[in-house]
């Protein structure tokens, strides 16, 4: 059984930096993908980022390219999401996903983040 235990999150201004991080324990395969997602208020949920547990092939949703980073650890089997210059907009619930691809069998409990203008 994989679980998911994230990290992080909070009040930040906007401008500032968050630094997510999603534990997962359990059975880890290389082929798996390792993806983050959020939800903002009345809106559908997205994809926001996405990287192999093996090798260095990443995904990022436009409105993040080049404020946000993912990446892992597979030491720790941990995934991170590093966000800087955030915005209100990216204000949602976050969550980490795990699998082998869409549909992801495996999920964060979520984690607010709310920027503030």
């Known amino acids: 059984q994989v679980q998911l235990v994230e990290f992080g999150g909070g009040l930040v201004r906007a401008g500032g930096s968050l630094r997510l991080s999603c534990a997962v324990s359990?059975?880890?395969?290389?082929?798996?993908?390792a993806a983050w997602f959020r939800q903002a208020p009345g809106k559908e949920r997205e994809s926001v980022a996405s990287i192999r547990w093996a090798g260095s092939t990443t995904y990022y949703v436009d409105t993040v390219k080049g404020r946000f980073t993912i990446s892992r650890d597979n030491d720790k089997n941990t995934m991170y999401l590093q966000m800087n210059s955030l915005k209100p907009e990216d204000t949602a619930v976050y969550y980490c996903?795990?699998?082998?691809?869409?549909?992801?069998?495996?999920w964060g409990q979520g984690t607010q983040v709310t920027v503030t203008s």
């Open positions: 996903a795990y699998g082998l691809g869409h549909p992801y069998p495996y």
């Open positions: 359990g059975r880890t395969l290389p082929n798996y993908v």
